[in-house]
């Protein structure tokens, strides 16, 4: 069973840099997972925030950048705001384990 | 405005079934591949199918691999799920989320609610 791990939580500072990861039990994530990461508020449906490793969406904030770090893919948010507190997810595309996406289990950010 | 609105959640029993639909406008629904997601309360989210422009191409999660079925209706602009043999670890929100393939995944619907509960 693939199973994309992610930190459960972290915290940072506003204004701080935090980075995010997403790791797979499959091996280094490489572009060909296709790499997207997702915010969540409470209550709220999920927003897509990059694709494709390191591209952005058109309402994706500047502040937040896609990269691959270390076999794992990453989401680095520079200049924290206070409305970055929120759940953030990554999905992976297991294209040559039968074909399906997988989600991170999440991690929680607090802007403290 | 791309708008996705799902539809068609509820309660159920046990072992019973459902089908989910997702209405989409703004934009040409033939040309893009849709999936559905679900997010179990207070869990986190879960990629369920992924169907492409044609049908052609489909996907399952194993959690409801032979159990759910992923279709759409590009001339009514829906995407739906057919869902039996529910079980009570099926509750959760599903979502309709545009892309796949080559596109991104961009646009979410604000998702239905399905409970099954005896």
């Known amino acids: 069973q693939t199973v994309v791990t992610q930190e459960p939580s972290l915290t940072v500072s506003p204004g701080g840099t935090v980075t995010l990861t997403c790791a797979s039990n499959t091996g280094a994530v490489t572009s060909g997972y296709y790499p997207n990461w997702f915010q969540q508020k409470p209550g709220q449906a999920p927003r897509a925030l990059i694709y494709?490793?390191?591209n952005k969406h058109s309402w994706t904030p500047a502040r937040f950048s896609g990269s691959l770090l270390g076999g794992k893919a990453a989401l680095t948010l520079s200049g924290v705001q206070p409305e970055d507190e929120a759940e953030y997810y990554c999905?992976?595309?297991?294209?040559?384990?039968?074909?399906?996406?997988?989600f991170g289990g999440g991690t929680k950010l607090t802007v403290l | 405005e791309v708008q996705l609105v799902e539809s068609g959640g509820g309660l159920v029993k046990p072992g019973g079934s459902l089908r989910l639909s997702c209405a989409a406008s703004?934009?040409?629904?033939?040309?893009?591949?849709m999936n559905w997601v679900r997010q179990a309360p207070g869990k986190g989210l879960e990629w369920v199918s992924s169907i492409s422009t044609s049908t052609s191409v489909i996907y399952y999660s194993d959690s409801v691999k032979g159990r759910f079925i992923v279709s759409r209706d590009n001339a009514k602009n829906s995407l739906y799920l057919q869902m039996n043999s529910l079980r009570v670890e099926d509750t959760a929100v599903y979502y309709c989320l545009r892309g796949g393939g080559r596109d991104p995944l961009d646009y979410w619907g604000q998702g239905t609610l399905l409970t099954v509960s005896s």
């Open positions: 703004g934009f040409t629904f033939s040309n893009f591949g």
């Open positions: 999905l992976l595309h297991l294209l040559h384990y039968g074909g399906a996406w997988v």
């Open positions: 494709s490793t390191n």
